[in-house]
């Protein structure tokens, strides 16, 4: 029998994609940046001006790249760190349950003192980890909106340079031409916003460990933590489902 493809599925192959889009995106990033600055130097400050902001977006892009980089590298690590004290807190109560003996060594045993506190340092380990996590997330989201938006507008700015040393344009058309830009950019960055999947609020609401099954194609999802989100379905991408 197949083996049912659930949420630990989807967050496995979603995270290698990821890391192969990370290593590709960051490639293209300094390629573009060590061809740009072979270019030949203009003789128009204007087109000096914007040979300079192209290379200036392309590093600040590469650096937030390294940067998140830096910062999902912690994020994972923390997150080993957090399965591990979860593993061995649920051991412990586990075995506080049925009334077992817990050796600290081949030869002693945790008291039940030790226990309790052993219990409350776990927590305190996974409460900081869980805000480690959440500020490392934070911050590579934070770093790959810079890394994005700066390459874009760099490839819009060398665009402009190339278009403006083509056909010599005054420097009203320039600045007419930088408005413009800046204008589309807002609208892009509207209409992308609005085209993601998680724009839907009913996806990212906390809804605890459970199985949901999408209601467009019928795919389960399961939910192992009840601090778990419900990603949109892995098959079809909807965000609607039924709690089963």
């Not at 586990?94 to 506190?117: C, F, G, V």
């Not at 996974?126 to 911050?139: C, D, G, H, P, V």
């Amino acid at each position: 029998m197949a083996e049912e493809y659930g949420y630990i599925q989807a967050f496995k192959h979603s995270r290698q994609y990821q890391t192969k889009f990370e290593y590709f995106f960051i490639g293209v990033i300094l390629a573009s940046l060590s061809l740009s600055v072979q270019l030949k130097f203009p003789e128009d400050i204007y087109s000096v001006y914007l040979l300079i902001s192209t290379w200036s977006l392309l590093l600040i892009s590469f650096l937030s790249g390294l940067f998140r980089f830096e910062r999902i590298n912690m994020y994972f690590r923390i997150e080993a760190d957090k399965l591990s004290f979860h593993q061995k807190k649920k051991n412990i109560e586990n075995a506080n349950l049925q009334d077992q003996t817990l050796y600290k060594t081949s030869t002693t045993i945790w008291r039940p003192d030790e226990l309790i506190n052993e219990i409350s340092r776990l927590d305190n380990l996974l409460e900081s980890s869980e805000n480690f996590i959440k500020t490392f997330n934070n911050q590579s989201l934070i770093a790959y909106q810079v890394q994005k938006w700066c390459f874009i507008y760099a490839i819009f700015s060398f665009a402009l340079f190339r278009i403006t040393n083509l056909f010599h344009f005054s420097v009203l058309i320039e600045l007419s031409s930088i408005g413009v830009l800046i204008i589309g950019s807002i609208i892009l960055v509207w209409f992308y916003k609005k085209s993601l999947p998680y724009s839907d609020k009913k996806t990212i609401e906390k809804l605890g460990k459970c199985r949901y099954k999408c209601k467009k194609c019928g795919q389960i999802v399961e939910l192992d933590d009840a601090s778990d989100t419900l990603p949109p379905c892995p098959k079809c991408n909807k965000t609607k489902f039924i709690k089963l």
